[in-house]
């Protein structure tokens, strides 16, 4: 009687510390599956933020090119206006 009892006592404490290792090794496994996912979440960011970067270099390469249209268009004009003037003051 004495060994069946030890031996129920002796189970019991070893279930309840497996039970408490299976409870630790969950938390640790959760915590690395969150990390996991969350630097995934991060790559997703970067990405699309890259290609909001590369849309914003095309859109600036765009403005660029038509402020330098719109420079010389002025430069033209302004290079027209001298020699209208330029006439009207010889008459």
Do not use: F, P
Request: charged share 35%.
């Amino acid at each position: 009687m004495c060994y069946t009892i030890w031996y129920k006592n002796h189970d019991l404490k070893r279930g309840v510390k497996m039970g408490l290792d299976t409870v630790i090794l969950a938390i640790i496994i959760g915590t690395l599956a969150a990390i996991v996912y969350s630097l995934r979440i991060l790559v997703l960011l970067e990405r699309r933020i890259a290609r909001m970067d590369e849309n914003i270099e095309k859109m600036t390469h765009v403005i660029a090119k038509q402020e330098i249209q719109i420079l010389n268009e002025e430069k033209r004009i302004e290079e027209e206006e001298q020699k209208i003037l330029g006439k009207r003051k010889k008459k």
